[in-house]
């Protein structure tokens, strides 16, 4: 299953994120799958995709990250799939 990670940097503290990234890199339990990552200009937020069949690994890689990223997870259909089921009942 796909979904949108929303990071809101606290404090838009870019800098200390991506020291442990550099250091750690992104501390995810396996079965927690990185897709591609978009930055806010600003360094307010971070949008990821993300895939895994396992909510409960989100919740292991938040709390490496907790005290600097809040968090919001948001599952997501890619937008032909959902053509496709609407189609199916037009």
């Known amino acids: 299953m796909l979904f949108l990670v929303i990071e809101h940097f606290k404090n838009q503290d870019a800098v200390a994120i991506y020291e ?4 750690q890199g992104r501390m995810m339990p396996e079965g927690l799958r ?20 396992d909510p409960l690994l989100f919740q292991q890689w938040i709390i490496e990250w907790r005290d600097l990223v809040e968090f919001e997870i948001v599952p997501v259909v890619p937008s032909q799939k959902t053509k496709e089921a609407i189609t199916s009942i037009l």
């Open 20 to 23: 442990r990234f550099q250091e």
């Open 34 to 53: 990185y897709v591609d990552s978009w930055i806010e200009a600003n360094f307010k937020r971070c949008f990821q995709l993300m895939e895994c069949d």
